[in-house]
Nanobody, 124 residues
Framework: QVQLVESGGGLVQAGGSLRLSCAAS????????MGWFRQAPGKEHDFVAA?????????NYLDSVKGRFTISRDNAKNTVYLQMNSLKPEDWAVYYC????????????????WGQGTQVTVSA
């Protein structure tokens, strides 16, 4: 099993930046593909980004965040990051990180382990 704890959320003006972190514990972190999802009020969890296990050679992004968000991982620190630049009001949501064994996925149901979420608020 793996435990996940997100941090780095906050209030930012449109056009600003935030970096989210997700610290993992309890298992061999590099064996897990990692994903970021978000949930806006009244909406489902939406896929944001994913990164492959081990070296993180492969990444995948929601179209609307491509070129603005970057997912990365540091296996030595058991941490995955989501660098968010040029934030927009529509990025306002609770952001969750998630982990799954083997290959990465865009599907929420594919992930077995979830953090508690961190709030990102973007003001216009």
């Amino acid at each position: 099993q793996v435990q996940l704890v997100e941090s780095g959320g906050g209030l930012v003006q449109a056009g600003g930046s935030l970096r989210l972190s997700c610290a993992a514990s309890g298992a061999a972190f590099d064996n897990y593909a990692m994903g970021w999802f978000r949930q806006a009020p009244g909406k489902e969890h939406d896929f944001v980004a994913a990164i492959s296990r081990n070296s993180g050679e492969y990444t995948n992004y929601l179209d609307s965040v491509k070129g603005r968000f970057t997912i990365s991982r540091d296996n030595a620190k058991n941490t995955v990051y989501l660098q968010m630049n040029s934030l927009k009001p529509e990025d306002w949501a609770v952001y969750y990180c998630a982990a799954r064994m083997r290959i990465m996925s865009r599907e929420r149901s594919a992930y077995a382990y979830w953090g508690q979420g961190t709030q990102v608020t973007v003001s216009a």
